[in-house]
């Protein structure tokens, strides 16, 4: 390994390092990793002088800067709860103009205005939604590239029928690589007088 950095003129890295913001790891996310998210929400939050603004100004900026800042780092990971207490700490704390503690329970802020909260997403539903997009995105993508394989892996299965107990009369492929669904249609099977559950063997 030596040689080889000898050879190329390249430093050994050690992880975690920082790629497009996010910490590349080799192990579970720890509230360390997760620091400089916290950070950047907190120093958003301490630039603006919240006690200057209204409420309505300060609900504002939560929904539109502060709460988005995490958005990236949601869709990636699922956040430590240490981390989205903190997260929700700093976003409570300047919804109430710099206050310790909120006027309402933070439960009841997040919930939608219909339902009388004041519309602010709560933090580990939304990484979880978020997670779950990307699984579905992963999934139906991979899903998709499969199903155009089907004729390909077609040609290569092999059935062996044996007493066809096993096999269905009309939808398994055990007439020359086809069913005799897929080659008479459904017309075949009413005019044999014998149920859609039929096997071969009768």
Known sequence: ???ILRRIQFQEGALPVTYLGLPLITKRLSKAD???LVER???KASSWVSKSLSLAGRLQ???ATLFSMQTYWCSTFLLPMHTIRQCERVLRKFLWGGQGRGKVKWTEVCKPLMEGGLGIRDMKTWNRALLL??????LSWSWRQILQLRPLAREHLIYKCGNGER???WFDPWLQGDSIHALYGRRVIYDSGLDTQARVKE
Do not use: D, H, M
Not at 133 to 138: S, V
């Open 34 to 36: 997760c620091n400089p």
């Open 167 to 169: 096999f269905s009369l």
């Open 61 to 63: 900026l939560v929904k």
């Open 41 to 43: 929400i907190t120093a």
């Open 133 to 138: 997009k990307q699984i579905w995105g992963l």
């Open 1 to 3: 390994k030596r040689e």
